[in-house]
């Protein structure tokens, strides 16, 4: 099954992606609530982000993808840090298993987690949340409506999108 878990500081490592015969795998090896900025490669808005982020900085600290998402101009780039990104979340969220509350183990290189309760051993996937975004243009197709949200910085602002949400 791939068993790929916690090394012994509970670091976990899940593969990601493969480009151009690399591979790529996420560790998150930040403490959330001892985050320090300073040491962020992207902190800084004078790094150039024009060619491959992954291939200039291989194992850099990259921080919040929404810190510098922006300023990606690699298409592959931002695929491969947008799901690191989600599949490290969703190995932070699911730590215990939600139908018998015992911890859960990494399976199939971080695409899964199975519980390790001895009666249960249900797993858990990542979620799939179904988008819509989109880009609202003029009839001349010169303008396009953008939106932002207040706490932005100055000059950033964004398609529109939403979420699909379940209902009755």
């Known amino acids: 099954e791939n068993n790929i878990g916690p090394n012994n500081d509970g670091f976990e490592l899940v593969y990601v992606a493969q ?10 090896l930040i403490d959330q609530n001892k985050r320090d900025n300073k040491n962020d490669v992207l902190h800084d808005e004078n790094v150039g982000i024009t060619s491959s982020l992954l ?3 291989p194992l850099a600290e990259l921080g919040a993808l ?15 840090l947008a799901t690191a990104n989600g599949l490290l979340e969703f190995h932070r969220a699911h730590k215990f298993c939600s139908k018998c509350g015992s911890t859960t183990s990494s399976l199939k290189g971080g ?3 199975q519980c390790t309760g ?9 979620r799939i949340d179904s988008a819509a975004i989109m880009l609202v243009t003029s009839p001349c ?3 396009a409506l953008l939106g932002r949200k207040k706490a ?6 964004s398609t529109l999108a939403g979420f699909a ?4």
């Open 111 to 113: 695409a899964c987690r």
């Open 55 to 57: 291939e200039q900085y």
């Open 19 to 28: 480009r151009n015969d690399l591979n790529f795998w996420a560790l998150n």
């Open 118 to 126: 001895s009666d249960c051993g249900s797993r858990v996937y990542p």
């Open 141 to 143: 197709e010169e303008y």
């Open 152 to 157: 932005w910085p100055q000059g950033r602002y």
């Open 165 to 168: 949400e379940v209902s009755l």
């Open 66 to 80: 929404r810190s510098f998402g922006d300023r990606l101009t690699n298409a592959t780039d931002a695929a491969i």
